[in-house]
């Protein structure tokens, strides 16, 4: 997350991000899984603009609400499609609501625990796709929580910014740590973790997406599975030249069971000399660990012209 001051107005680069080893340890009593997942930021953005607004007290006493406006841009036309797509009962049915909501009440959030009367001019456009196992709401949520903080100088620790961003979502405080990080318990305890050089990826997101719900009630926990760490060393031993041989995903199974581009997705990637591929979060995008930046550059346009669905070539967050 990268954060820009221009006068009163904060503009925030939320990244998407990527799971590199991602098990699901168990079903718990409060409905959600028991994780072990390894994530990084990388340099996709959405990009959430702010400024605080002061409450006109001629209106009466009544907060007047955030005033929010999302720019889909090029994503319109790449997912607007899903309606018509087969898998589209996987999908959630309004697409750009997840963002707008999330965005929204995470400052409420903040106005709520502080007492907070102003308001503020919230813009955000949209680069991530949504329903794809990229964090994009999560991240947009996370950099409302920072500007929010900032913007009506609340004064909030990060553990106290945590604490609301796990409140609104289990991968939410994984964006405000700003790094590659372990996530465990539901995803919101967070352990930073150093990756070493950034890698290079490919990411494709296909025409239909996966809600994150449905794809956890599909999965099979493992009590006993496996953990981060082989990823870990395997990048520390021999970089991502190994570990793109570590990589894991348990959400894969499930995810493939209730969407079949993620199957066709894999052949794809099976064609490619790239150091790994697997599925992101719960889907529906797939991505392939390249071994530099041209490679990467190459793989993309060759996925493109493949006509797979929208292919981004995105490097680590430093
Ligand atoms: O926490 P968040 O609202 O992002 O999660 C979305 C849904 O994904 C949850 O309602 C839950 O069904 C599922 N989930 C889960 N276990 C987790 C994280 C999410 O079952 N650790």
Known sequence: MHVDRAGRQLVIQAPAKLNLFLEVLGRRADGYHELETLMCPVSLYD????????????????????????????????????????SSRATPPEWPEPERNLVVRALDLLRDLRGVRATARVRLTKRIPVAAGLGGGSSDAAAALVAGNLGWRLGLTDEELSRCAAQLGSDIPFFLARRAAVCRGRGERVEPVALGAPGWFVIVRPASGLATAEVFRACRPCANGRDANQVLEALRAGGWERAG?????????????????IARLREEFDQLDVLGHQMSGS???????????????QIGARLRGRGLGHAFVVTGCR
């Open 283 to 297: 889907g529906t995008s797939y991505f392939a660990v390249c071994r530099h930046a041209r490679q990467a550059r």
């Open 47 to 86: 990009t959430l603009t702010f400024e605080p607004v002061d409450n006109d007290d001629s209106v009466g006493h009544a907060r007047s609400p955030i005033d929010f406006a999302c720019d889909w841009g090029p994503l319109r036309r790449t997912l607007g499609a899903e309606s018509s797509d087969d």
């Open 245 to 261: 041989r570590e990589l894991y995903n348990a959400l894969e199974p499930a995810a493939e069971s209730l969407n079949s581009e």
